[in-house]
Nanobody
């Protein structure tokens, strides 16, 4: 069974940076695309970023482009989300997810991700 565990969230001020980590506890990690999503209180789940299995391709949501960077270290079974210039509107529960298909192009749709972590809370004060 694939398990994902996020960490690195916290309470920061606007303009600060945070780096989230997502560790995958399964040998099936390395071949699969990974994604980050977030969900604010009372809001729908929003795509943040995704990265291809070899790290060569990454997509970002419009609201985070130029501020957030997704990366991965397959030797450590870990995906990262570097968040810079955080804004109060970035406040949300951040979740990482694993796409269980090896035949699908890198996706930005939550429905394509099969395994999910429990998430980590990021709160940005103004």
């Amino acid at each position: 069974q694939v398990q994902l565990a996020e960490s690195g969230g916290g309470l920061v001020q606007a303009g600060d940076s945070l780096r989230l980590s997502c560790v995958v506890s399964s040998g099936t990690y390395s071949p699969y695309d990974m994604g980050w999503f977030r969900q604010g209180h009372g809001k729908e789940r929003e795509f943040v970023g995704s990265i291809s299995r070899n790290g060569a391709l990454a997509y970002y949501g419009d609201s985070v482009k130029g501020r957030f960077t997704i990366s991965r270290d397959n030797a450590k079974n870990t995906v990262y989300l570097q968040m810079n210039d955080l804004k109060p509107e970035d406040t949300a529960h951040y979740l990482c997810a694993l796409d269980g298909s090896i035949n699908r192009p890198l996706s930005i749709r939550a429905m394509d991700y099969v395994f999910w972590g429990r998430g980590t809370q990021v709160t940005v004060s103004s």
